[in-house]
């Protein structure tokens, strides 16, 4: 499969775009891309919508599939022992945000299933 870092050139190559004018269109710098193209970086949501706005294409044809990573149970285990080193205020706000996406997906599969109930013939 096509790592995202070859797809960005390779979209970039079609464009016709250097770095460095891919880096002014989207406001990103050069160095920053080159990484993103090595897969020494991997963008955030924010910089992958400015990076698909300066190529003028659809988010899916960049990268949609670079935010469905296998999941590896070490570097979770790895991500929740450094929370534990966090201030108390900042723990306050990831399990804020836990809850809510917990919440979200559970209202989500609640809705679909009332839609299959109803829609059923």
């Known amino acids: 499969m096509e790592r995202f870092g ?6 970039r190559f079609e464009k016709s775009l250097t770095q460095i004018e891919l880096s ?16 020494t970086a991997k963008p955030s949501m924010i910089v992958l919508k400015k990076l698909n706005k300066a190529l003028d294409i659809d988010i899916e044809k960049l990268g949609i599939d670079m935010f469905k990573p296998e999941l590896n149970v070490d570097e979770l285990d790895d991500s929740i022992n450094r929370m534990k080193e966090l201030p108390h205020k900042d723990l ?10 917990i919440e979200s997906r559970e209202t989500r599969s609640f809705v679909i299933k009332q839609n299959s109930k109803t829609t059923r013939y």
């Open 24 to 39: 002014k269109l989207s406001g990103i710098t050069n160095v920053q891309i080159a990484r993103y193209e090595n897969n």
């Open 92 to 101: 306050l706000v990831i399990k804020e945000v836990i809850d809510r996406f």
């Open 6 to 11: 070859e797809r960005l050139k390779k979209i």
